[in-house]
Structure formats: structure tokens, C-alpha cells
């Protein structure tokens, strides 16, 4: 891993290296927190957990072949090279901004409410057309999984696509300065994390932290049919180039088609031109991650046949609008998590689908004083997408089977308390040529529905 000596690494996260002597000067050839992925040449770093204390397992590690280790503690008897840090944490973000540093590759930072994922794996498939991108997998965009991902990265890499996740006022400015994004891209501003955000404006100022540490010479990529976002008029003396289908935007769509679960087709148009693209993946929102692809595109260079390719090429990931079917039902899996805008995308989709459409949705998280309200909004809203059976599942989610009924009383809306009890009751309430959208927030565990509909998946 280019410069990332013990040395350089004891300095970069402001460190005192022990017992080095001659290996002091030695490149990892690695990084994990995880003690089971060391490697002959890595460098660990313990994390002090919620069920477990990486400190416990150095001797471990070290043992495998490990060049050194970072410990918040001081190792009397080590016979092993390690630098101590006041916190592992912070130590993974320095370090990750030193690495980036010197790869000095192009980073494209996304963020938004709701599809960062999917916008992300977009923009990935639409780069990879023409560079090699190091994208962000699964849900590696916290302060520690962000960090991971830059780790990944090596000399051969040309774009770093970085997915950035917050809950919280400041967060993002801690990743943004590790990451450095030359690219910043901006979903949308929606109900998510209201506990901690309060407010929509409060969104907004939390996700646009990230500009403060975007590079001098950047770019801000923004859904200009976001009212929030189109209130960012200019960033660092420069105005955002905007994506979107209902408002004048630098990069826009029409000619919508939507294809219900083969996905949507449209017409995509930048400053080279229109071109006819078909998007893989269902739901007239998947034309605002097919924009913001094309946007990022132009701001590499890509021409309009690669865009078409990059666009055409991508497919969803499980746990985010993954189609599976069984031979028995089709599952849209969307499990992975859940907000009033991204369930209301979702319902839209299942609407389309054939055969009999049953939405199993559980709980929202993190919706503040305004949650049970913000359930009652998806359940009216849910009675009025022409499904034959909603299934709501949790606390909150019994506010989503009440409005359900009251808005629609023909509908046939269940209630039930609990993951444990739907496992067990929903075998009997489907057959056959049944289509069932899975939704829920993260904390549900409602993967394990879609491993009980779809054990071969």
C-alpha cells in the first residue's frame, strides 16, 4: 500500500511507534479491523466494540504474520512492532486520508436520503466503462466502513466511488475530510434520521457538510427536482450542475417509459446530445440514479455510448430492490432499509407487478416526534396502490394498518406484532403467482423473510 510505512503510518494518526526497529520503514500490505482477515504483512487495528474488544485478539493477529498493530493501551511485553493511539476510530480516518493522499485518485462522494445505494452502484457501472472504480460494498459508508473501503484501493485503481452515510450533525464533515471528494453528488433531502436532524432544512445542512472538504477545483452533482437542493444556488462560487425530469436541469430525461419489474426506459439529455436508454432496474425513481450516472459520466468524459452501456449494464444488489423469482412468487427484495419516500417508491413499483400484490412493510426508524404520523402517511398511501393485501409488522407499523383501512376499508390490511410472528404466519397467507415487496428499516432484520421465501438466494 503505497507510503503506508509503520512510520508513516504512527504519523498520519498522530501515533507512537514501539519496537519497530528495521521494520519501521516497511509498507502493509494491508488493513483490517477484522482478526479473522489478517494477513503475513498486514497492519491490524483493534475496535473496541459493542459484543467485542479487537485488543483481545492482537496476539492473535500477530501470530498470522501481522507487521504491526495499533492499540489504544500500552503493550509492556510486546515483541512486536505497534503504534498507540489515543482512539482506533479516529486513527482508521486519518490514516485513510494520508492513503488517499497519495494515490491521488478522483473521488466521487454520494449522499442523499434515500438511494444512495443504488445511485452508487449507477455511477460505478457508468465509470466502469471507462476507468477501473474502487466502489463502496454493502454498507461501508459510516465513519469506520468509509475508511475500509479507501483501504481497498491500490495504485491500479482510477476513480474511488464512495457511498457516505450520516444520522447526525458533524458526521459528515468527519468523512468528508477523509475522503476529499473531487465529485459530490446529492440524492435528495427527505424524512430520514429525523430524530437527530429534526427538520428537512436540518437534512439538507447536515448532508451539505460535505461540501466544506470537497477539493478546490470540484464539482456538485445535485437532483434538481429536489426543492431542498434546488435552494443550493452556488457551492465554493460555482453553481451545481443539476439532474432531473421536471424542472430546467443541465442533465434531464423524457420520454419515460415505465416497463413495470423489466425496468424503465427513457430518454437521457446532455450537453452532447440524446441518447434512448434502457434502465435494468424498476421504478420510474431508478431515471433520477440513471441522471445522476450520466451527470458523473460527462464530468469524466465519457461519451454518450458509454453512459448507454454503463446505464444498461447495472443490476440491483440484495436487500435494495433485488428481483428474485422462484418459480413460485416474485420477491422484491427491498429490505435493507426504509423511509416514507423510499416505501412510497417502492409501492408505486409493486402496483405494476402481475398476480396477486402483497406489501410486507415493517417499522421505520428514526423519524422523530413525527413517526407515527409519517406511518399513517405510507399506509393511506398504500391503500391507494391497487395491492390486494398489505402486511404491516411492529410497533409502529400497527398506525400504518389503521390508516390502511380507514383510507381504503376494501383493502385487506393485517397487523401483526412481531418478525418472529410474521415468519411464522406468512407461509399460510400467500400462494402462487403472488408478488411480495419486502420493506422495512434495516433494524427489522426482514432479511430473514426474504431467506424464508427464498432459501436458495
Known amino acids: 500500500m503505497k507510503n503506508l510505512s509503520l512510520r508513516n503510518i504512527a504519523a498520519a494518526c498522530n501515533g507512537t511507534l514501539h519496537g519497530a526497529g528495521e521494520a519501521a ?94 445511485t452508487k452502484e449507477m455511477i460505478a457501472a457508468v465509470l466502469s466503462q471507462k476507468y477501473r472504480v474502487l466502489k463502496t ?22 476513480i474511488a466511488v464512495l457511498e457516505m452515510g450520516i444520522s447526525d450533525f458533524e458526521e459528515m464533515h468527519r468523512l468528508a475530510k477523509t475522503a476529499r471528494p473531487d465529485t459530490c453528488v446529492i440524492t435528495n433531502i427527505g424524512y430520514c434520521h429525523l430524530e437527530n436532524l ?60 415505465n416497463l413495470g419489474l423489466k425496468g424503465v426506459a427513457c430518454r437521457i439529455h446532455t450537453d452532447l446530445g440524446a441518447v434512448d436508454v434502457k434502465i435494468p432496474t424498476p421504478g420510474e425513481h431508478t431515471v433520477y440514479n440513471a441522471l445522476a450516472g450520466a451527470a458523473v459520466g460527462r464530468c469524466y468524459g465519457l461519451s454518450l455510448e458509454e453512459i448507454k452501456r454503463g446505464i444498461e449494464s447495472q443490476r440491483s444488489v440484495s436487500g435494495r430492490f433485488h428481483i428474485i423469482e422462484t418459480g413460485k412468487y416474485t420477491i422484491i427484495d427491498d429490505c435493507y432499509n426504509a423511509n416514507p419516500v423510499s416505501v412510497k417508491a417502492s409501492l408505486k413499483v409493486l402496483q405494476d407487478a402481475a398476480g396477486r400484490k402483497i406489501a410486507v412493510l415493517g417499522d421505520m426508524g428514526e423519524l422523530g416526534e413525527d413517526e407515527i404520523s409519517l406511518h399513517r402517511q405510507v399506509g393511506s398511501f398504500a391503500a391507494s396502490c391497487h395491492i390486494q393485501l398489505l402486511i404491516c409488522v411492529g410497533e409502529l407499523s400497527k398506525y400504518m394498518a389503521e390508516a390502511a383501512k380507514e383510507e381504503n376499508p376494501q383493502l385487506e390490511a393485517v397487523y401483526i406484532k412481531s418478525r418472529e410472528e410474521l415468519l411464522e404466519k406468512l407461509p399460510g397467507m400467500i400462494r402462487e403467482g403472488d408478488t411480495l415487496l419486502i420493506k422495512a428499516s434495516h433494524f427489522m432484520g426482514f432479511e430473514k423473510v426474504v431467506e424464508l421465501l427464498a432459501p436458495e438466494q
Request: aromatic content about 8%; glycine content about 8%; some cysteine.
Open 25 to 118: 520503514d516497511q509498507w502493509v500490505k494491508s488493513i483490517t479491523t477484522d482478526s479473522r482477515k489478517a494477513e503475513e504483512g498486514c497492519l491490524f487495528i483493534p475496535i473496541v466494540g459493542a459484543r467485542a474488544d479487537g485488543h483481545d485478539y492482537i496476539k492473535q493477529v500477530m501470530e498470522k504474520g501481522a507487521l504491526g498493530t495499533l492499540s489504544e493501551r500500552e503493550l509492556k511485553d510486546a515483541d512486536f512492532p505497534y503504534i498507540q493511539v489515543e482512539s482506533s476510530l479516529q486513527a482508521v480516518k486519518d490514516i485513510a486520508e494520508f492513503y488517499l493522499k497519495q494515490l491521488k485518485i478522483p473521488v466521487v462522494g454520494i449522499t442523499g436520503s434515500v438511494g444512495k445505494t443504488s
Open 137 to 158: 460494498q454493502g454498507n461501508f459508508n459510516n465513519e469506520l466502513g468509509m475508511p475500509l473501503t479507501v483501504f481497498r484501493l491500490r495504485d491500479e485503481d482510477e
Open 198 to 257: 429534526k427538520s428537512l432544512d436540518g437534512v439538507l445542512k447536515a448532508k451539505t457538510e460535505m461540501f466544506d472538504y470537497m477539493k478546490e477545483d470540484g464539482k456538485v452533482i445535485l437532483n434538481g427536482d429536489d426543492e431542498k437542493l434546488r435552494t443550493v444556488d452556488q457551492v465554493h462560487g460555482k453553481k451545481p450542475m443539476l439532474f432531473g425530469v421536471k424542472n430546467q436541469c443541465d442533465i434531464y430525461a423524457d420520454c419515460i417509459v
